[in-house]
Structures are given as C-alpha cells and as structure tokens.
C-alpha cells in the first residue's frame, strides 16, 4: 500500500480502490468571438492566464499564428499541458486541459476560458487518465474512464 502523503499527489478519495494520475478535459468552444480566436496576442495570454487560474504552475510556451487566420499553442505546465487550435471563421476553438495530481482543477480553466473567447455554447469531456491500483500502484492496461460530460 502507498503511504498517505503520496496519495495527495493523486486524484482520488479513500474509499477508491484507483487512483487515477490525470484528469483531461476536452473541450468545444463555439459561437466565440472571431477576432478573439484570431488574435495570438489573446489566446496566448488567456491561456497562460487559465493555467494560472486552474492552479498550474508555468514552464514554457509555444503558439503560433497561421496564415490567413487561426491560432495553435500550448502551455507547458508541471501538471502536464493546456493545448488550443482555433477556428476563427467558425468560430471554433478546440481545446485540451491535462492536469495531473491533485492541485489543479481544469475544470477551472475551461469555465474562464469559454468566458473569454465569449463562448455562447460550450462543451466537454472529462476523462481520467493512467488508472492505477491503489494497491499495487501500477498503471492497469485498460483505457481512460469518462468521468463527465457537459453542455452548456
């Protein structure tokens, strides 16, 4: 059995017989302001901004601007990654949170996000990620669980 100041490190209750190591939510923003999702200037900062609300510390950066429009980055976080692709002639942005551990929420990020891009209808998908036994502690060799689902 793990002892208990790792179990922190996890997410999980004491009740569970798994731990799992990350939660990632996959999101779709739509109805967004265009030049919001056009702009590298503001998704970078929204991004770097909702790592910081979630309670994720920051490592590095990387977005890029195409031509003529949409905007790809990630956020390097020690939790695992914030990642975005936008559409901004759409209207659309796609949008992975992976938070790993106990002390990031990215659920978080995705509420302050779909308010900055003006999101009008947003959704997600919540998934664990590296289940493992409680007891043993490896990793068990079966896929992610969904632990919810939204519209909004």
Known sequence: MINAPLLDMYQMDSEQEEINLGQHVLAEFFECDPNTLNS?????????????????????????????????????????????????????????????????????????LKKKFCSKKASFTELKRGIMSKETMKVLEKPFQIIEQCEN
Do not use: N, R
């Open 40 to 112: 590298i200037d503001k998704v970078e900062k929204y991004m770097m901004e909702s790592a910081l609300e979630c309670g994720a510390t920051i490592v590095q950066k990387c977005f890029h601007m195409f031509s003529p429009y949409g905007v790809s980055g990630v956020v390097i976080i020690s939790e695992s990654h914030l990642a975005i692709h936008t559409w901004p002639e759409l209207g659309y942005a796609a949008v992975d949170l992976f938070t790993c551990g106990s002390k990031c929420d990215p659920k978080v990020a995705y509420e302050f």
